[in-house]
């Protein structure tokens, strides 16, 4: 399975974003992360729809929209039809996730699962049937610039083998939060095939050369 690079435009400069867009896009850029927060499941407000549209309308690449907000059925079609790729809900949010993951696939979407750092992998038994995608936060949603919590690489590990006993190897593993030129490789070790890197990307000085760091670390 490829293992793909996406920036996190939450730590872009939004004074400039298609420009910042264009860049990742040029620098070698897999997908693009979209991390979405309400101020209630979370402590803090992003982006919503009319963003998402906007990107959408200067980039191809796969837009990977991470929901993390209360009830987040209640916006799945609103992001898929504003051009959404991927849709990601939290376990811990959702209330009725079958339904809404059945949801997601039945708009031509793929649909993800989250898991905050202390939700256990428990959550995840039935999910795993039905996801596309599982994204492990290794890092306490809500702020970007935050430190990669250790243990959520023992977590990636556990949930690769969590999929193989269910015979869903064709799932990504996801992993957001921390994601650094230098603990990339440990992180791919663990079993990670999409890494979500947002500070470490968008505040360097040259998208380039970090990306391809980033994609030679793991190859």
């Not at 191809?60 to 039809?81: C, S, T």
Request: charged share 25%; aromatic share 6%.
């Amino acid at each position: 399975m490829k293992k793909l690079i996406a920036p996190s435009i939450l730590s872009a400069d939004f004074t400039r974003l298609g420009e910042e867009i264009r860049a990742i896009e040029e620098a070698g850029a897999d997908w693009i992360h979209f991390d979405v927060m309400d101020g209630i499941f979370v402590p803090n407000i992003t982006v919503g729809v009319p963003v998402l549209k906007s990107v959408r309308n200067i980039t191809d690449l796969p837009l990977d929209v991470h929901l993390m907000v209360d009830r987040p059925g209640r916006f799945i079609e609103d992001f898929a039809d504003a051009g959404a790729d991927i849709i990601t809900l939290h376990v811990e949010a959702s209330i009725h996730l079958d339904r809404e993951l059945n949801l997601i696939k039945s708009l031509g979407k793929r649909a993800g699962v989250s898991l905050n750092p202390a939700s256990p992998i428990t959550l995840l038994e039935e999910a795993v049937e039905i996801a596309d995608l599982i994204l492990i936060m290794s890092v306490n949603p809500g702020f970007g610039g935050q430190k990669l919590i250790p243990y959520a690489l023992t977590k990636a590990t556990r949930v690769r083998e969590l999929l193989k006993s269910h015979n869903r190897d064709d799932v990504l593993i996801e992993i957001d939060g921390g994601v650094t030129t230098k603990n990339i490789g440990d992180v791919s070790r663990a079993g990670v095939d999409v890494f979500v890197a947002g500070s470490s990307v968008f505040g360097a000085d040259d998208y380039a050369k970090v990306i391809g760091e980033m994609k030679r670390a793991i190859s």
